[in-house]
Each structure stands twice: as C-alpha cells, then as structure tokens.
C-alpha cells in the first residue's frame, strides 16, 4: 500500500477511471478480436499488440503524471509540427482502410490527427491563460487561427475528428470567457457551413460528386443511410432475412444491443463481433451491451461521466489558469469523444469512425488517450494539489514554492514575525519562537523580545 501511494500520485478516483477503463477494453478487445485472431496464424497476436500498447500507455501515465503541469505549456510547439504532418500525410500517408491517414517514419507508424489533437488542446489552454498579454480579441483570433488550420487540415480526411476538435475547442473558449458575441457568430457561421455543406452532398448528382475527392462518397453514402427511412431489413416470405448491405453495420449492431438485455450474454459468447467489421473499434459499445448487457453499457457511460465530473472538480481546485483550461480540455476530449461513439453505437447519429478512448483497440489513439489521462493526473497532483497527502511537510513546502506558490504557514512565521508593540513583521533572530517545542516557552521569549523593544 506504501508503494502503491508512492507511485500513484495526483487523483485517486482518475486512477480508479482508468484502471476500470483498461480492465474492460483488454476483456473486450479480446472477445472483438475473434474475426483477426482466427485469420492470423497466432490467435494471441491481436490481444497481445493491443496489450502492449494499453501497457506502453500506462507507463507513459506513470511518467507524465509526475511531470510538473506548467511544463505542458510545451504542447502548443507542436501545432506547427502537427500542422506539417498533416499537410504531407495525403501525398505521402500510409493508406488503411481505404484512407491515407497514417504516417509511418523509421517503422513507427502513427495518426497525425491524433498528435494534431493533443496539440491544439495545449495551444488552446496556454492563449486563454495569457489574459495579461492578449487582449480578447487577439484570443479569439489567434486560437481561431491555429485550431482553425489544424481542423481544415484534418477535415478531408476525417471529417467527424476535425468537427470534434473544433467544438472541443469552442467549449474551451467559453469557458476561458472569450466574448459571447464572437462565439454566438462563430457558431452560427460553423452551424450554417455544416448544414450547407450536408444539403449539398445529399443532394448533389452523383456527376458532381464523382469529381470530389473519395471521402466525399463516404460522406453522401453515411447521410443517405442515416437520413433513408426505408428498412434495412428486408423480409420475403419463403426466404431468409437479408441485411442490405450498405446498412450491415447499423444492423448489426443494433442486434448486438437486442441481444444484450439487462446482463448480457458474458465476455466470449457474443455473436455480432463476427458480423462487425469494426467490432473492436467503432462499435465496440455495441459488443460490450451485447456481452455486458445494459448494465455494463451504463456502467462504462457513468465511467466517462465521472471523469468529466471529477475533471471539473480539479479545475475549480487550481489557482493558475493553464492548468485548469489544459485540464478542461483534456477532459472534455476525451468525454465527447467517447459519447460520440455510444451514439455511433446505438444509431442516434451517422457513422464516424470515432474510437472508444482507452477502451477501442489501436495504436496512435491508445497511446494519446492515455497522455490525456497522464496530463488530468499531473494537474490534479501539481495543479490543484490533489492526492499528495504522503509527502511530509518539507515536500510540500518545496513543491509549493517550485509551482511558484507560498510557503506553509510555519515557514512564513520564520521568515517575517509580527512585533506585538508596533505590529510591524521583524526579520526572525535567535530569540524568536521559531521551532520551538514548548508553547509557554515561546510565550515567554516574545514578552523578553517585546520588553527589550520598548527599552
């Protein structure tokens, strides 16, 4: 237990989050995993990479939790990194599942998006905090600015991420006060684009939609599925059920969500995961319903309703601004992002490959997931001094003053008491009741000072 409270700084109930979240995306990831495992000639491959990343995630929590929050000031330098990889991915990206999302330098391959993400939170966080340098409407302008190439660079690639990120960052600007004027405009102009923008690949010829780019096609054949009210499910009587294809995986998972009932059919016996083709990925809600029935899909609901409570606790615990907004941010992220894929899941709104943060089978996603949560970790520790009630009073003193805070009340006596004669502080001398063990002691030593005073 000493070690435990050692290793495991900053908010025990983000800890408690985490671990839950981890425990049930390696038990799910698992049973999701079955259509890969029997294609591959190792079935323990697929768990075990994913495995090693929610491990390589871990310990990088480990490391970031112990990370002095003001230091992540960093992260805004990595938008114009972010901002480059992005405008290269498309001519130079590896191409998965159809899309040329991914990078892949000396063998590691990874999502731009995903850094991009990360990135914009930390810029977003450190122009709100700069109230004495900036004006607000230099603010407004600068995060509309960076978050705003960020997105538009993102967008013909993944659409929904580009969305998420710039509402994620509208949120923040709110919140840091941003003037409601500004924001009123800005998302009337975001609100008219995108229904615009929707009418038009809905209802535009297929001539003109053939000379978009291929992403386009995927964006007008998730609205026409969303939008059709025609069945999906077609019933002729002398034959089996058949699922139109364009819809199977709607379908599918809304079998999965019948099938759940109210405890589920228990990890390992759910059948939808082999009719899924994202079953560990974007529908894996769906299976966790089916197998944990609608009390495990409540549970992992509350799981992320939680940590956005508990993230709002922490920023009304900080003094400075960037911690909170970072850790506002980082909350609000990861919580969007994770409703986004329960409504995927139970078809409340289109399609959009959005992940399950932490629970999702991936790579590049794990891992920043994870750097989200190491960040809360650090806040609540360095921020809003959460979860340090181990460290004895001369570490705390020390952690205090390095976060450019003040000393204990003790340690202020020592430098500057108060003369009882003229109320004015004098420097602490040999005489002065500092440390001292006996309380009549130092009683009488003030009343020698004082007496020598008026002498």
């Not at 299976?287 to 409540?298: Q, S, T």
């Not at 959009?352 to 932490?358: A, D, K, R, V």
């Not at 000393?407 to 202020?412: C, D, I, N, T, V």
């Amino acid at each position: 237990m000493d070690l435990a409270s050692k290793l495991f700084k900053g908010d025990r109930v983000i800890w408690v989050i985490f671990m839950f979240l981890c425990l049930v995306s390696v038990i799910e990831v698992f049973s999701a995993t079955s259509t890969i495992a029997y294609k591959n000639a190792n079935h323990w491959a697929p768990i075990v990479r994913h495995a090693t990343f929610l491990l390589g995630g871990f310990v990088l929590v480990l490391l970031m939790h112990n990370i002095p929050c003001r230091f992540y000031s960093l992260l805004s330098l990595l938008l114009p990194v972010s901002m480059v990889l992005l405008a290269i991915t498309p001519f130079v990206g590896v191409v998965v599942n159809g899309e040329p999302r991914w990078l892949e330098i000396l063998g590691i391959r990874f999502q731009p998006s995903e850094i991009a993400k990360i990135a914009a939170i930390g810029y977003t966080a450190f122009i709100l905090s700069k109230r004495n340098w900036f004006t607000d409407k230099q603010m407004f302008w600068y995060i509309l600015g960076g978050v705003g190439g960020v997105c538009f660079l993102i967008f013909f690639n993944n659409g929904s991420t580009a969305i998420l990120l710039f509402a994620v960052t509208f949120m923040m600007m709110f919140i840091g006060q941003i003037s409601i004027g500004r924001l009123l405009r800005l998302g009337g102009a975001g609100i008219i684009g995108v229904l615009m923008l929707v009418g038009f690949i809905r209802f535009a010829p297929d001539k003109v939609i053939d000379l978009m780019p291929d992403r386009v096609h995927t964006w007008k054949a998730r609205i026409e599925r969303f939008s059709d009210p025609a069945d999906a499910v077609k019933f002729e009587p002398g034959r089996a059920v058949s699922i139109d294809g364009d819809d199977y995986q709607v379908v599918h998972a809304k079998i999965a969500l019948a099938r759940g009932g109210l405890f589920g059919k228990f990890p390992g016996h759910g059948q939808q995961r082999d009719f899924l083709p994202q079953a560990y990925s974007d529908f894996i809600y769906a299976i966790i319903i089916e197998e944990m029935g609608i009390v495990g899909g409540v549970f992992v609901l509350l799981l992320y309703i939680i940590l956005l409570v508990r993230v709002g606790m922490i920023a009304r615990r900080c003094d400075k601004l960037f911690p909170k907004f970072l850790v506002l941010g980082c909350g609000l992220l990861v919580v969007v992002q994770a409703l986004t894929n329960m409504a995927v899941a139970v078809d409340l709104i289109p399609v959009t490959g959005q992940p399950l943060p932490l629970v999702s089978r991936g790579g590049t996603s794990t891992v920043i997931s994870c750097a989200y949560i190491g960040i809360i970790l650090s806040v609540s520790r360095f921020g809003a001094n959460m979860g340090n009630e181990e460290e004895t009073p001369e570490e705390e003193g020390t952690a205090a003053v390095a976060e450019g805070g003040t000393l204990p009340e003790s340690e202020r006596i020592a430098d500057a008491t108060l003369d009882t004669v003229s109320d004015k502080p004098f420097e602490a001398t040999a005489k002065a009741p500092v440390g001292e063990e006996n309380p009549l002691e130092a009683v009488r030593t003030i009343e020698e000072t004082t007496t020598e005073t008026k002498i």
